[in-house]
């Protein structure tokens, strides 16, 4: 007999756009490019770089020159084996950047699996919560975004990063991780999130050790079909080495050998109708998300002027097809 299918306490129609945005950001029109600033000493990739804060201002000020649309603000490393560190040290890495983004009128999401520093960023103006844990890490998370208004990214996770590696045990990948983030959406919105306001992640890298990441990047359109606003976070991730290119010298930058393929998944993801790819390198990334824009657009017959190749943007537009074309007033579509 099939399984019954699980009654739901939440409706809505699909989405493409989280509901709550800034202006600026709830009317972009294509994917959002979340560039990330992480405040901790140990990142695998730009671990240590940023803890002074005129030096995550500068790295931030780059960012948002290179086309960030927002900036995720992180104060605890989860790369795979990383311990955790106390509240007070997240908050006291992160609380003053994010306060100065903030009164420089930028976008921030907070990364964070912390109720109390959730909602200490939330109070310092921050916009987005998101939280990798998906509310599982703190049980009292999802109150706390219930009560911000502010929308929030639920990312698959199956543990913390010192034994997630071994968590890395799937039948269906696509399948699990889908039904898994559906439990806890049924949590956020029995803690009173809206689900209007809530972000799905299929969570790269977490409890995903190398093969597993790529169905999950083939099937978005399923994921998509869950009816929520997608994140992609794949950026210079270890699924990615075996794919960065032969060349020698990418192989000795480390993890930012891995920007180009980065860029390549950004492209797809954004022809797939993602709200947000959350990056390291926001030139090369804020140019694949255009790419897939113009060629979106160029399918359904806009002409270049229009699409913006002339270099500018193309502002808020009321395109009225599914997939990259986002509107407030048209979020019903969803992967192209
Ligand atoms: N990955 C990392 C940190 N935060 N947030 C979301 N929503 N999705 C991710 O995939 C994600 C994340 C780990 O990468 P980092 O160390 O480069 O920040």
Redesign the pocket.
Known sequence: MPAPTPRRTWRQAPRAVPDGLPERLGRLGRTAVMG?C?VTPD????GGRHLQLAAALDHCDRMLAEGADLI?V?GE???PGAGRVSRDEEWRRIGPLIKELVARGVVVSV?TMRAAVAAAAARAGAAIV?D?SGGQSDPDLLAVVAESGRPV?L?HWRGHSAGMDGLDRYGDVVAEVAAELLGQVDKAVAAGVRPELIVL?P????AKTGASNWPLLAHLDALGELGFPL???????RFLEPVRGPDPALAALGPAGRDHATAALTALSAAAGVWCV?V?AVAANAAAVRVAEALSQAGRGVGSAEIGLAGGETGPTDRDSTGLAFTDEQNRGMIA
Do not use: Q
């Open positions: 990330i992480n990142s695998f990739s730009d995720d992180g490393s989860t790369r990364d998101n990798v990214i990312g992640d969570g790269l890298g977490f994140l992609v976070g794949a950026s210079r991730k959350r390291h």
